[in-house]
C-alpha cells in the first residue's frame, strides 16, 4: 500500500521579520516552525491519512493509551545547511531503522522506515526557511504515541506519527566545553530485557531524578552505572560515553542495556577508518578512577545528537572527584568532532555515504 502526503501549507505563516529575529539566538528546543507532519494508523486501515500541516495542538481523548501506559517512542536528527546553500540530513535511514526497533520493543505499529525517511524530509522542505545559518541546523523529532481511547494492559490498536522540527544554534557558544558529571549511585537507567536500548519518554523520566542530583552537587550531567553490580558504567543521562586511553585506543560500553546511538556508531566506524583500535567492552568506575589517576586513560567524552561530543573534565561522586587530561578538551575527541560535523555540514567527502541530500 502506497502513502501519498497531502500538502496542506499553513494560511498565516511566520512573517520573514519575525522569523529572522528567532533565528538570531534560536537557544535549543524552544522554538518551532510552522509544519509538522503526521500519519495516522489503526488495524483497519494499516498507515494512512499523512499529511503535512500547520503545527498544531493535538486533541485526545482523557482515556488515550499512552497518557496511561506510556506506549510512546521518538527519534531525534538534524538538517544541515551547507555552504553551497542546499540541506543535508545526516543518517536518516539510521534513525528510521532504530524507530522501528524501539516500536517492535514496545508493541507498537512499525513504520515503514522509507515512509519515516519522507516524513522527515517533507518537514524540510516546507520550512527550509527555517534553517539557521553558521553552524545551527533544523533538530527533527519524529515521535510516535498509542491513540487507542481505552482502559486496560494491551498494545494501542491505533497510533498517530508525528515529526515536529526547531531550528537550533550551536551547542555550544565559543567551543566545546569539558562538562563535568555525576556518578548515580542511587538510580540506575535500565536493566538486561528492559527498554534501555529503546528511545522511549519512559527512559529518559527515568533519568530525570538522577539528572537532578547532579545539577544539584554542581555537575552538568549523571552517568549511570548498570543494575545488576553497581559497578560498570553505561551512559550519560542523555549521550553514550567514550574512553581515549594513552596508546591511542578508543573503548565504549557495549550495547544492550544502552542507546544504539547514532553518533556513537558513527564514531565507532570514523575512529576505526582512522586506524584507531576501539573496542566495545565492559569499563567500571573503578577502572575509570585509577586509570585517570595514572595517566593511562588520557581522554573521556560523551557523544549525541544535540551536543556531537561533549569532553568530560571532571567526575564527582560520594567516594571523592577525578579529572581527566587536566580538565580540558583532548585532541582525539575534538578532532573526531570536527571531522563528523564537516561531514554533516557537506564540508568534508562522505565516503560512507552518510549524507542524504534534501536540496
Same mark, same amino acid.
Given at each position: 500500500?502506497?502513502?501519498?502526503?497531502?500538502?496542506?501549507? @499553513?494560511?498565516?505563516?511566520? !512573517?520573514?521579520?519575525?522569523?529572522?529575529?528567532?533565528?538570531?539566538?534560536?537557544?535549543?528546543?524552544?522554538?518551532?516552525?510552522?509544519?509538522?507532519?503526521?500519519?495516522? $494508523?489503526?488495524?483497519?486501515?494499516? &498507515?494512512?491519512?499523512?499529511?503535512?500541516?500547520?503545527?498544531?495542538?493535538?486533541? %485526545?481523548?482523557?482515556?488515550?493509551?499512552?497518557?496511561?501506559?506510556?506506549?510512546?517512542?521518538?527519534?531525534?536528527?538534524?538538517? $544541515?545547511?551547507?555552504?553551497?546553500?542546499?540541506?543535508?540530513?545526516?543518517?536518516?535511514?539510521?534513525?528510521?531503522? #532504530?524507530?522501528?526497533? !524501539?516500536?517492535?520493543?514496545?508493541?507498537?505499529?512499525?513504520?515503514?522506515?522509507?515512509?519515516?525517511?519522507?516524513?522527515?524530509?517533507?518537514?524540510?522542505?516546507?520550512?527550509?526557511?527555517?534553517? =539557521?545559518?553558521?553552524?545551527?541546523?533544523?533538530? %527533527?523529532?519524529?515521535?510516535?504515541?498509542? !491513540?487507542?481511547?481505552? %482502559?486496560?494492559?494491551?498494545?494501542?490498536?491505533? $497510533?498517530?506519527?508525528?515529526?515536529? *522540527?526547531?531550528?537550533?544554534?550551536?551547542?555550544?557558544?565559543?567551543?566545546?566545553?569539558?562538562?563535568?558529571?555525576?556518578?548515580?549511585?542511587? $538510580?540506575?537507567?535500565?536493566?538486561?530485557?528492559?527498554?534501555?536500548?529503546?528511545?522511549?519518554?519512559?527512559?529518559?523520566?527515568?533519568?530525570?531524578? *538522577?539528572?537532578?542530583?547532579?545539577?544539584?552537587?554542581?555537575?552538568?550531567?549523571?552517568?549511570?552505572?548498570?543494575?545488576?553490580?553497581?559497578?560498570?558504567?553505561?551512559?550519560?543521562?542523555?549521550?553514550?560515553?567514550?574512553?581515549?586511553?594513552?596508546?591511542? !585506543?578508543?573503548?565504549?560500553? =557495549?550495547?544492550?542495556?544502552?542507546?544504539?546511538?547514532?553518533?556513537?556508531?558513527?564514531?565507532? *566506524?570514523?575512529?576505526?577508518?582512522?586506524?584507531?583500535?576501539?573496542?566495545?567492552?565492559?569499563?567500571?568506575?573503578?577502572?575509570?578512577?585509577?586509570?585517570?589517576?595514572?595517566?593511562?586513560?588520557?581522554?573521556?567524552?560523551?557523544?549525541?545528537?544535540?551536543?556531537?561530543?561533549? =569532553?568530560?573534565?571532571?567526575? #564527582?561522586? @560520594?567516594?571523592?572527584?577525578?579529572?581527566?587530561?587536566?580538565?580540558?578538551?583532548?585532541?582525539?575527541?575534538?578532532?573526531?568532532?570536527?571531522?563528523?560535523?564537516?561531514?554533516?555540514?557537506?564540508?568534508?567527502?562522505?565516503?560512507?555515504? &552518510?549524507?542524504?541530500?534534501?536540496?
Amino acid at each position: 500500500m502506497t502513502v501519498k502526503f497531502a500538502i496542506h501549507p @499553513t494560511t498565516s505563516p511566520t !512573517s520573514d521579520a519575525e522569523r529572522a529575529a528567532k533565528l538570531v539566538d534560536p537557544g535549543f528546543g524552544r522554538i518551532f516552525t510552522d509544519h509538522m507532519a503526521t500519519i495516522r $494508523y489503526s488495524q483497519a486501515n494499516g &498507515w494512512h491519512d499523512a499529511r503535512i500541516e500547520p503545527r498544531k495542538a493535538f486533541a %485526545l481523548d482523557p482515556a488515550v493509551a499512552v497518557l496511561h501506559y506510556a506506549q510512546e517512542i521518538f527519534e531525534g536528527l538534524k538538517a $544541515y545547511k551547507t555552504d553551497a546553500g542546499g540541506v543535508n540530513l545526516f543518517r536518516p535511514d539510521a534513525n528510521a531503522r #532504530r524507530f522501528r526497533d !524501539s516500536a517492535d520493543r514496545m508493541a507498537m505499529a512499525q513504520l515503514p522506515e522509507d515512509l519515516f525517511v519522507e516524513a522527515v524530509e517533507q518537514i524540510v522542505r516546507v520550512d527550509r526557511a527555517w534553517m =539557521p545559518g553558521g553552524e545551527g541546523s533544523l533538530y %527533527l523529532r519524529p515521535f510516535m504515541i498509542a !491513540s487507542e481511547v481505552f %482502559l486496560g494492559v494491551k498494545p494501542s490498536g491505533d $497510533y498517530l506519527f508525528a515529526v515536529i *522540527a526547531s531550528p537550533v544554534g550551536s551547542y555550544f557558544k565559543g567551543g566545546p566545553a569539558p562538562v563535568s558529571i555525576w556518578v548515580s549511585e542511587n $538510580y540506575t537507567r535500565a536493566a538486561i530485557g528492559g527498554t534501555g536500548a529503546v528511545k522511549c519518554g519512559g527512559n529518559y523520566a527515568a533519568s530525570l531524578r *538522577a539528572q537532578a542530583e547532579a545539577i544539584e552537587r554542581g555537575c552538568d550531567q549523571v552517568v549511570f552505572l548498570d543494575a545488576v553490580e553497581r559497578k560498570y558504567v553505561e551512559e550519560l543521562g542523555g549521550m553514550n560515553v567514550f574512553f581515549v586511553f594513552d596508546d591511542g !585506543s578508543l573503548l565504549t560500553p =557495549p550495547l544492550g542495556t544502552i542507546l544504539p546511538g547514532i553518533t556513537r556508531d558513527s564514531i565507532l *566506524a570514523l575512529a576505526r577508518k582512522q586506524g584507531k583500535i576501539v573496542r566495545e567492552e565492559p569499563y567500571t568506575i573503578g577502572q575509570w578512577r585509577a586509570d585517570a589517576a595514572s595517566g593511562k586513560l588520557r581522554e573521556a567524552f560523551a557523544c549525541g545528537t544535540a551536543a556531537v561530543i561533549s =569532553p568530560i573534565g571532571t567526575v #564527582r561522586s @560520594t567516594s571523592g572527584d577525578f579529572t581527566i587530561n587536566g580538565g580540558k578538551a583532548g585532541e582525539v575527541a575534538m578532532g573526531l568532532r570536527k571531522t563528523l560535523v564537516d561531514i554533516q555540514y557537506g564540508r568534508a567527502p562522505d565516503p560512507s555515504g &552518510w549524507v542524504r541530500k534534501v536540496f
